[in-house]
């Protein structure tokens, strides 16, 4: 298992958190997902998806990821 830290820029709400969330969830791989305003803590499993797969979760579902 790998975890790692995103920030995303354009997150205001709770309902962005449940989107982030909802996105992230839905990465195969994705084993949990801490979500908060700007902020996402991610644990996946490394030999079925990566970091890169979860930042693209994310951009599609209309947000940014900064770091
Ligand atoms: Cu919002």
Avoid: P, W
Wanted: aromatic share 2%.
């Amino acid at each position: 298992m790998a975890e790692v830290t995103i920030k995303i820029e354009g997150m205001s709400c709770q309902h962005c958190v449940m989107h982030v969330k909802k996105a992230v969830d839905g990465v195969e791989g994705v084993n949990s997902a801490e979500i908060s305003i700007g902020l996402a803590k991610v644990e996946f499993d490394e030999a079925k998806t990566d970091r890169e797969a979860v930042d693209d979760a994310i951009n599609n579902a209309g947000y940014k990821v900064i770091a």
